[in-house]
């Protein structure tokens, strides 16, 4: 890949040569054609971007970017993607997971990532299946999900990403869908512009394997009065119409009608204030509330791969470079006959 001189480039510069090998109408697509999108309204260079991904569906991405890439192993994208970030901080470094690779084999990996603050991107496509290996439930389908793994339907809780990014403690916090390409578009460049861990959850249809998956919430037809953008300094306020709100009733939210309440007891949303609210919202059954999407929480906090490079200049001007050598036979040596 040649050095770039200009960062001018459009979302086609940001496509590869590789043939596209999802299905015909994955919600793969447009993921992939929102990343690019914002690649280039970001104004990146080529050589400074590095995704890194998985096993999985999802995990192909790499492929189809213009960029440098690495398809890694099942689950631990972070892991190894926090070593390309702290080897050359300069490098903007993607991470491409699913709701398997990310919350099942890789979910240690995921969590600590977000504690430590890492100047990674996630992107974790949630289609509630394992679609690569056609049709098992997943940690995020839903409980009673009848599946090739689960025929008399699944048993086990699924996971909220929300509530386990949020528990985390990641310091950017986002959702979107496929289909919602400006919507996407523009959650994936607050992230990029976030310092630290970013992890955004999308809403992605398997139309295979789980087709309709989010339908009831995401649907054109339904999703105004299914879905609320959450969008910091702006009132909880949703609908069709523009007539529903939420407020909080003690400690659980619930919809009411905006004519029917004081407008200053509709909550502004604060993606920098305590992250409870936003653990509220998040955990409210389908069909009680509307859906959340947009930014949960989004606060400033040093990354973790800045203190390590500042800890190694410091500890240079204090000890000087070093000598690998010397430290190996540093201490009390022994020697086995």
Same mark, same amino acid.
């Given at each position: 890949?040649?050095?770039?001189?200009?960062?001018?480039?459009?979302?086609?510069?940001?496509?590869?040569?590789?043939?596209?090998? /999802?299905?015909?109408?994955?919600?793969?697509?447009?993921?992939?054609?929102?990343?690019?999108?914002?690649?280039?309204? !970001?104004?990146?260079?080529?050589?400074? %971007? %590095? =995704?890194?991904?998985?096993?999985?569906?999802?995990? &192909?991405? +790499?492929?189809?970017?213009?960029?440098?890439?690495?398809?890694?192993?099942?689950?631990?994208? +972070?892991?190894?993607?926090?070593? %390309?970030?702290?080897?050359?901080?300069?490098?903007?470094?993607?991470?491409?997971?699913?709701?398997?690779?990310?919350?099942?084999?890789?979910?240690?990996?995921?969590?600590?990532?977000?504690?430590?603050?890492?100047?990674?991107?996630?992107?974790?496509?949630?289609?509630?299946?394992?679609?690569?290996?056609?049709?098992?439930?997943? +940690?995020?389908?839903?409980?009673?999900?009848?599946?090739?793994?689960?025929?008399?339907?699944?048993?086990?809780?699924?996971?909220?990403?929300?509530? !386990?990014?949020?528990?985390?403690?990641?310091? =950017?916090?986002?959702?979107?869908?496929?289909?919602?390409?400006?919507? !996407?578009?523009?959650?994936?460049?607050?992230?990029?512009?976030?310092?630290?861990?970013?992890?955004?959850?999308?809403?992605?249809?398997?139309?295979?394997?789980?087709? #309709?998956?989010?339908?009831?919430?995401?649907?054109?037809?339904?999703?105004?009065?299914?879905?609320?953008?959450? &969008?910091?300094?702006?009132?909880?306020?949703?609908?069709?119409?523009? $007539?529903?709100?939420?407020?909080?009733?003690?400690?659980?939210?619930?919809?009411?009608?905006?004519?029917? *309440?004081?407008?200053?007891? @509709? +909550?502004? /949303? $604060?993606?920098?204030?305590?992250?409870?609210?936003?653990?509220?919202?998040?955990?409210?059954?389908?069909?009680?509330?509307?859906?959340? @999407?947009?930014?949960?929480?989004?606060?400033?906090?040093?990354?973790?791969?800045? #203190? *390590?490079?500042?800890?190694?200049?410091?500890?240079?001007?204090?000890?000087?470079? #070093?000598?690998?050598?010397?430290?190996?036979?540093?201490?009390?040596?022994?020697?086995?006959?």
């Amino acid at each position: 890949m040649s050095t770039e001189s200009t960062t001018n480039l459009t979302k086609k510069d940001f496509k590869s040569n590789q043939d596209v090998r /999802w299905c015909p109408g994955c919600g793969d697509y447009a993921i992939l054609n929102a990343v690019q999108g914002a690649m280039a309204k !970001l104004g990146k260079k080529r050589e400074d %971007v %590095v =995704f890194v991904s998985g096993i999985g569906c999802s995990s &192909r991405f +790499p492929y189809y970017m213009e960029t440098y890439g690495f398809h890694s192993i099942h689950g631990r994208a +972070p892991a190894i993607a926090s070593g %390309v970030k702290i080897a050359n901080p300069k490098l903007d470094v993607w991470v491409i997971t699913g709701d398997g690779d990310a919350m099942s084999i890789g979910g240690n990996h995921f969590i600590h990532a977000l504690r430590r603050r890492i100047n990674l991107k996630i992107l974790m496509f949630n289609n509630r299946i394992y679609g690569l290996t056609k049709g098992q439930y997943s +940690p995020t389908s839903e409980l009673g999900k009848v599946t090739k793994s689960t025929p008399m339907g699944s048993l086990d809780t699924p996971f909220n990403p929300i509530h !386990l990014a949020l528990a985390a403690k990641a310091s =950017f916090v986002g959702r979107s869908v496929d289909m919602m390409g400006s919507h !996407l578009e523009d959650v994936i460049m607050k992230a990029a512009a976030h310092e630290g861990s970013a992890y955004i959850e999308i809403f992605q249809n398997c139309n295979i394997f789980n087709d #309709g998956a989010w339908k009831h919430i995401t649907d054109r037809t339904v999703r105004d009065d299914m879905l609320i953008d959450l &969008r910091h300094g702006e009132k909880l306020i949703f609908g069709k119409d523009h $007539d529903k709100a939420i407020v909080l009733d003690g400690f659980d939210p619930k919809v009411v009608n905006v004519a029917d *309440v004081d407008e200053k007891d @509709i +909550p502004v /949303w $604060d993606v920098e204030a305590n992250s409870t609210f936003a653990y509220l919202l998040a955990g409210n059954p389908e069909g009680k509330l509307p859906t959340p @999407i947009g930014v949960f929480r989004d606060v400033k906090r040093p990354a973790f791969d800045v #203190g *390590v490079h500042d800890q190694i200049a410091r500890a240079r001007q204090k000890y000087g470079e #070093g000598d690998l050598e010397q430290l190996l036979y540093a201490g009390d040596l022994w020697e086995v006959k």
